[in-house]
């Protein structure tokens, strides 16, 4: 090839690449965000090959509240939730001859009967990690409860013996490690409950809410979810007031903890992004797409009560997932979205673990949240009874 050839060649492969580039550019930074309120918080963990969310979020938002009460930042262990979790799921499993929920899943209510219970520990003293690897792992520990909790409630030897309780425990001390009774941490000694105590932390002081039109609003009710094994009660509010609710309690300096569901595909692993689009084309996946045509905010849909209802009923909206909102922001044409923070580590995130999640995702998807009760405003506690 002539040299003149050749200069010109490299010259379109460079534009060609740089506009590709460009493109590509304009496609991932469509959205810009302006933060509104955030909440000082800890390091994002990963849960790893676990179904543990619950916890890790959970977990995510008491650090964040020890931080608000001014007692320093901790880190928690994520694993001494589910080590005692497991045990309470066996009994109620068995008691109930298999006919409830059994599986990895839980609720931000799970975390507080706990430490209510069993007390709480920093994660320096109990990792949860007994089986060689660097991340956790529960796939295996997950098929032996199941599977142990099945053969004991089928009970086909004529009775239930009373040893059996001590299967699971063995199980969990395996594969967990077995709870330590005493421990040191920051040069003092405690016991599980007496370190909550001595970070004055109350588990009593949080509370569920959810939206939904199957039952009376302002009362409470047992939310009919596989993952509410323990039968916890919620209140239940109008959806504008739940939202309300998650924005004043950010206004205030108060995290909220978010159940909902992330199954969706617009709930985007790639952009960091959870949003409902008005067009069902703009709901297609990243690989059914060409991405590269976005270059403006999507426009999303109008979220009634009663939307939210038919997808819970007919089950497009399930409690999938549990993350932590720590933040407030506004894109480039002044919509709320929530900063989210989530529970699969930081590695390849666009927003390092975080999540922008749109008011209007929040309003169909959200199962159900956990605020702190002076979060909620005084208009709303007298009509709660509170």
Not at 100 to 117: A, L, P, Y
Not at 169 to 189: A, D, T
Not at 281 to 308: A, G, L, N, W
Not at 335 to 362: L, R
Request: proline share 4%.
């Amino acid at each position: 090839m002539k040299p003149v050839k050749l200069i010109v060649t490299i010259i379109i492969l460079s534009c060609l690449i740089n506009y590709a580039q460009a493109k590509k550019k304009i496609s991932e930074d469509v959205y810009k965000f302006k933060m509104i309120h955030q909440i000082k918080t800890t390091p994002v963990k990963n849960q790893s090959k676990t179904g543990t969310c619950w916890s890790f979020a959970t977990t995510s938002f008491v650090e964040t509240e020890l931080i608000r009460l001014g007692k320093g930042e901790h880190k928690l262990s994520t694993m001494w939730p589910v080590r005692f979790a497991y045990p309470e799921k066996a009994l109620n499993y068995v008691r109930l001859s298999g006919t409830t929920n059994f599986s990895v899943g839980g609720q931000g209510h799970d975390v507080m009967n706990v430490i209510r219970k069993y007390g709480m520990v920093p994660e320096e003293i109990y990792k949860g990690m007994n089986i060689g690897e660097e991340e956790h792992n529960h796939g295996e520990m997950d098929a032996v409860l199941k599977a142990s909790v099945e053969a004991i409630s089928k009970n086909k030897g004529g009775k239930v013996t009373p040893i059996w309780p001590q299967v699971i425990e063995s199980i969990l001390n395996i594969y967990l490690g077995v709870p330590q009774k005493e421990f040191n941490y920051l040069g003092r000694k405690f016991t599980p409950k007496s370190f909550v105590d001595s970070l004055g932390f109350n588990p009593n002081d949080y509370i569920e809410f959810t939206s939904y039109i199957h039952h009376p609003f302002y009362s409470k009710f047992v939310l009919e979810i596989p993952d509410n094994w323990s039968r916890d009660e919620y209140f239940n509010l109008p959806i504008n007031d739940m939202i309300h609710l998650i924005d004043t309690s950010l206004a205030g300096g108060y995290s909220v903890l978010w159940d909902g569901d992330t199954s969706e595909k617009t709930f985007d692993r790639k952009k960091g992004l959870a949003i409902i689009p008005q067009s069902d084309e703009q709901e297609k996946s990243d690989e059914d797409k060409d991405t590269d045509k976005e270059e403006e905010p999507v426009k999303e849909k109008f979220i009634t009560q009663e939307m939210r209802q038919s997808a819970f009923d007919n089950q497009t909206t399930t409690d999938d997932h549990l993350m932590h909102i720590t933040g407030l922001a506004k894109d480039q044409r002044g919509y709320k979205f929530y900063y989210v923070k989530n529970s699969w580590g930081t590695k390849d995130k666009k927003y390092d673990g975080y999540w922008y999640m749109s008011e209007i995702y929040a309003r169909l998807k959200t199962v159900a949240i956990m605020v702190h009760k002076d979060a909620v405003p005084s208009w709303l506690k007298q009509k709660l009874g509170l």
